[in-house]
T-cell receptor, first 115, second 109 residues
Framework: DTGVSQNPRHKITKRGQNVTFRCDPISEHNRLYWYRQTLGQGPEFLTYFQNEAQLEKSRLLSDRFSAERPKGSFSTLEIQRTEQGDSAMYLC?????????????FGEGSRLTVL | AQRVTQPEKLLSVFKGAPVELKCNYS??????LFWYVQYSRQRLQLLLR??SRESIKGFTADLNKGETSFHLKKPFAQEEDSAMYYC???????????FGTGTRLQVFP
């Protein structure tokens, strides 16, 4: 499967613990996005990278959230000191600047449950 | 503020009936608009883009700037159209998508 890959698919953690999610984009894609989706809502933009540069970060994203894409390939999203309100599906997507604007390729998501 | 509104959480129709999924947007400039679809147990994927003026799987969507709407239509619904549909916009000069809350379409046989 050459699509966007996310790990782990499910994560259950206790409040206050740190969690990290990994996203492997489609290999030739230079843009990578993180979204969060809660029940009954559409995906909410968190941040995006072009190559290794983080170009935009949502103002809704607290300081407990950090994302990296160190070599312009895979990306990690870390949540420190998790809270119950962080429970959500975390979606990663990738695209290419040479492709159609707005055509993002999504992964299957990483579901976080904070107890 | 940039916002996408999908007023219906659920739309149920019978096979062969026409379908219209509503989408309204709020944006000061000229956004690009999209419909994304998520079938059961599948990933979110692009269905169509307003700029392409295309028909995909029998669906079309027309951008109405006066009404700031981008409704998705299909004249004859099929059972395989049952899915979650999200309207989204991209502000000018970004590739960031802003999604609506989605509408679940159920097509009954």
């Amino acid at each position: 499967d050459t699509g966007v890959s996310q790990n782990p698919r499910h994560k259950i953690t206790k409040r206050g613990q740190n969690v990290t999610f990994r996203c492997d984009p489609i290999s030739e894609h230079n843009r990578l996005y993180w979204y969060r989706q809660t029940l009954g809502q559409g995906p909410e933009f968190l941040t995006y990278f072009q190559n290794e540069a983080q170009l935009e970060k949502s103002r809704l994203l607290s300081d407990r959230f950090s994302a990296e894409r160190p070599k312009g390939s895979f990306s990690t999203l870390e949540i420190q000191r998790t809270e119950q309100g962080d429970s959500a599906m975390y979606l990663c997507a990738s695209s290419t600047t040479s492709g159609l604007t707005g055509e993002l390729f999504f992964g299957e998501g990483s579901r976080l449950t904070v107890l | 503020a940039q916002r996408v509104t999908q007023p219906e959480k659920l739309l149920s129709v019978f096979k062969g009936a026409p379908v219209e999924l509503k989408c309204n947007y709020s944006y000061s400039g000229s956004p690009e608009l999209f419909w994304y679809v998520q079938y059961s147990r599948q990933r979110l994927q692009l269905l169509l883009r307003h700029i392409s003026r295309e028909s995909i799987k029998g669906f079309t969507a027309d951008l109405n700037k006066g009404e700031t709407s981008f409704h998705l239509k299909k004249p004859f619904a099929q059972e395989e159209d049952s899915a979650m549909y999200y309207c989204a916009l991209t502000p000018l000069n970004t590739d960031k998508l802003i999604f609506g809350t989605g509408t679940r379409l159920q097509v009954f046989p």
